[in-house]
């Protein structure tokens, strides 16, 4: 009997701490990307986002995905989006795609506006989530 309460309490854990990642990872899809790519960099006067940005290209697919919205739908990116995916169909994912097959091109004030999301940083007026 102890042994099945003990190997119950074992499972509830394991299950929360599961769902607790899980939580942590949609609140903060980026979190483990500044861990990982940027560790030790201070927080302030802008050295997070520049370190997202000269990573952009190495980020997770949750943060990607995060990052990617904005380069869609942030009004940072709209020149970009016009200029680099001229004639891709809207909705189908083919605008994220493009703007990802040309992150090498991509403007400087769309770089900044994605590295700010991947950083954390709320964006007035772009449009973003």
Known sequence: MARTRFGFVVWTA?????????????GDPC?????KLCPGVQPGEGRI???????????????EARVLGVGVT?????????????GVVPGTGGIRACIKS???EVSDPCRD???????????????AP
Do not use: P, Y
């Open 14 to 26: 394991l299950l929360l701490s599961s769902s607790v990642a899980v939580a942590q990872q949609a």
């Open 31 to 35: 979190g483990g990307d500044l861990k």
């Open 49 to 63: 986002t520049a370190c997202i940005k000269s990573h952009l290209t190495e980020l997770s697919e949750t943060c």
């Open 74 to 86: 942030g009004k940072a990116c709209k020149t970009d989006v016009t200029k680099l995916c001229a």
């Open 102 to 104: 040309h992150m090498a």
């Open 113 to 127: 506006a994605m590295s700010r999301t991947a950083a954390g940083k709320k964006l007035f007026g772009s449009g």
